[in-house]
């Protein structure tokens, strides 16, 4: 858990930092490994409901890229922001030879990632980038997707951020996020104990992005309430956590452990309660 004042709303490299070090740890990878399958660190989308992690962790990179399939292929450039373990850059590439910018905070996940993708054979299509969401490292209209999943509820000024997401979009390109998200303002009081698991201080909601979207000339903004998974997906971690138990203290520390079972029968609470949002949000830069 990562412990941040709840009165300070603007972005500092302290939280930047905070944020890195905690997906850093020894635990959080051996437990991304072990029960997600360390290769797609976000929200599955469900065929059914007993079914592993990982399959419909990798369901939700499929089914994001479905909705800008149009504008990928061997000539298509794609912007990956907090690319984690190169989960989706590495299916990007592999299903429509795009090359793919992965910019990640982390250090330590981007040499997993490098040598991942050196293993696959997608090295040469795949480029690794320390940075902030911030501030892009990439000339303007540069990207022909921006592409990001469950990254910008780690981001203080979620503003700035998207601003940036489409400054280096071409005309005519597409940003598609996911995100956790509270259902309004103000988050309801329980959800509180869950964001702060994530360093989150406050939580976006779809009117936000929406609006940001809007405000930043892109066209064509739709969110994909995909809440039901969100309900499924922690309600599988959750079990396989306190299945699995015995075993995991032999991967990860038994105090990380204990975390977990602590922890994520508050966050299937919560989305059972419908105190969360999830889902897709898809929208265009005009061509011209």
Known sequence: MIDTPDNDTTATPDHDDATRRYYETGDVDAFYDAVWGGEDIHVGIYAEGDEPVAEASHRTVEHAADKVADLLGPHATVLDLGSGYGGSARALAARFGCRVAALDLSEAHNRRHRAANARRGLDGLIEVVTGSLNDLPYETGRFD????????????????????????????????FSDIMAP?????????????????????????????????GLKGADFEDRTADLA????????????RAAELRDRISPAYVDDLLANLPLWTDVTRRGLLRWGLFHARRSAV
């Not at 700035?160 to 005309?171: D, Q």
């Not at 499924?232 to 299945?243: G, P, S, W």
């Open 145 to 176: 997707v921006v592409w990001s999943l469950e990254v910008l509820c780690h981001v203080e000024d979620r503003e700035g951020a998207l601003s940036e997401a489409v400054r280096v979009l071409r005309p005519g390109g597409a940003l598609v």
């Open 184 to 216: 309004g303002e103000p988050p309801a009081e329980a959800v509180r104990p869950a964001f702060a698991r994530l360093g989150v201080r406050t939580p976006a909601t779809p009117d936000f992005y929406l609006r940001q979207l809007s405000e930043l």
């Open 232 to 243: 499924t997906h922690y309600a599988r971690l959750d079990e396989d956590v306190h299945r």
